[in-house]
């Protein structure tokens, strides 16, 4: 815990230099921790009673840490299946990371600008999905994002400021209208492109993850993965669960959205992977357009049927910014979200406005 703490306390310029020191996955883990505890602070959990216990289980996945939290009547059911969730959890995290050279994204990213790569049907559906997103946001949302997020650094952890003509370059290989997705192949044309799913595979892990765990009985459930929150069913007393929108800057709650049917709770924010110079943030959401990071938003909250659309859906709202982003928001069945401002003012879609509870943070 102690090097836990020592990062928390650096700087942010110092986290990233930490991050080349030790390596990508300890420090993105790290970031992450505080949303997990924050997270974790927030849920009352209930005890006892005829659904049963509440437990708890965490796991490192994803560079995260995945916390769940289920009710059962017996306590050895209830481990057996937080160890199914989490061994199915990564046999899905080895298929579509970007950062594994043994996945299958990195087989298709290998044969960039060469051939056709044969893939699972999970990996085929969540690119699949990703396309749809894409189209849907107009490009702010493109799963072949790579090769900017590489030039930033944000790929292997060493972040800098790219020169305008390596962006240039970049931006070049960036465009999911690109990608050739049939039969399950899929075939990136020209080398140099690459995806990345970090805005959208985190969201289909979780999907899969509730799915396991109706299928084995379970009724009570959440699935926090890092702020992306996939819940399966009320608590099991009925009450809803309590999930916080963790305030941009402070760190403390700005709101808490209570939620108990199935469905999914996802925050993007521009303080989960950054580094500053010269007083300006950088962080990991960028605009394809402009090859930079997104800077309308300090934070966006997505609410929808699933964790996978909610995940998509903050990181294109994250880049078209308000007035485009609650719009598509508006258009959209069952969706509703929470957009905070550089001024941090909360901007709320029409459904939401009866639920959320300001803190007074
Ligand atoms: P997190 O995974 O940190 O919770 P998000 O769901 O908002 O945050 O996803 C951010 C991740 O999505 C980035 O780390 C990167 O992998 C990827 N990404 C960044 N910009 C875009 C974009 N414009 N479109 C799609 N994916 C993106
Ligand atoms: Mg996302």
Redesign the pocket.
């Known amino acids: 815990m102690s090097r836990v703490d020592d990062e928390r306390r650096a700087t942010p310029a110092k986290r990233c230099a930490l991050q080349q020191k030790r390596g990508l996955l300890t420090a993105l883990a790290v970031v992450v921790l505080a949303a997990a505890v924050f997270a974790a602070a927030v849920f009352s959990g209930g005890r006892g009673g005829a659904g049963g216990k509440q437990y708890s289980y965490t796991e490192l996945l994803m560079d995260t840490d995945i916390e769940l939290q289920l009710f059962s009547r017996s306590s050895g059911k209830s481990r057996r299946v937080a160890q199914d969730l989490f061994a199915e959890m990564r046999r899905l995290e080895l298929l579509l990371s970007s950062s594994d050279p043994d996945s299958e994204v990195s087989a298709i990213n290998d044969a960039a600008g060469k051939e056709p790569v044969a893939v699972s049907p999970e990996t085929a559906a969540v690119i699949g999905e990703a396309l749809t997103y894409s189209a849907l946001s107009s490009g702010?949302?493109?799963?072949t994002?790579a090769p900017l997020?590489e030039r930033w650094g944000?790929r292997e952890g060493d972040c800098r400021i790219p020169d305008p003509v390596e962006l240039q370059e970049a931006r070049a290989a960036v465009d999911y209208r690109l990608v050739e997705a049939e039969a399950g192949e899929i075939f990136l044309p020209c080398s140099g492109m690459a995806l990345?799913l970090?805005?959208i595979a985190?969201g289909y892990i979780v999907d899969r993850g509730l799915d396991l765990l109706a299928q084995s009985g379970i009724e009570h459930a959440l699935i926090n993965a890092?702020?992306?929150v996939g819940i399966l069913g009320p608590k099991a007393d009925g009450t809803p669960w309590r999930v916080g929108i963790k305030h941009p800057r402070s760190g403390g709650v700005i709101a808490v959205i209570p939620w108990g049917d199935r469905g999914a709770i996802v925050t993007?924010g521009d303080y989960?992977?950054f580094f500053e110079e010269d007083g300006v943030r950088y962080h990991?959401?960028?605009?394809?357009r402009t090859g930079r990071p997104a800077s309308a938003l300090l934070s966006v909250t997505v609410v929808a049927p699933t964790t996978m659309e909610a995940?998509a859906l903050?990181?294109a709202l994250?880049?078209l910014g308000p007035q485009r982003g609650l719009a598509l928001v508006e258009s959209l069945p069952g969706v509703e979200a929470v957009l905070i401002t550089p001024q941090l003012e909360l901007l709320i879609s029409s459904g939401l406005g009866d639920l959320l509870e300001r803190t007074g943070e």
């Open positions: 702010a949302f493109d799963p994002i997020l944000f990345d970090g805005g985190k890092g702020g992306d993007s989960e992977r990991h959401i960028l605009d394809p995940d903050s990181t994250f880049v």
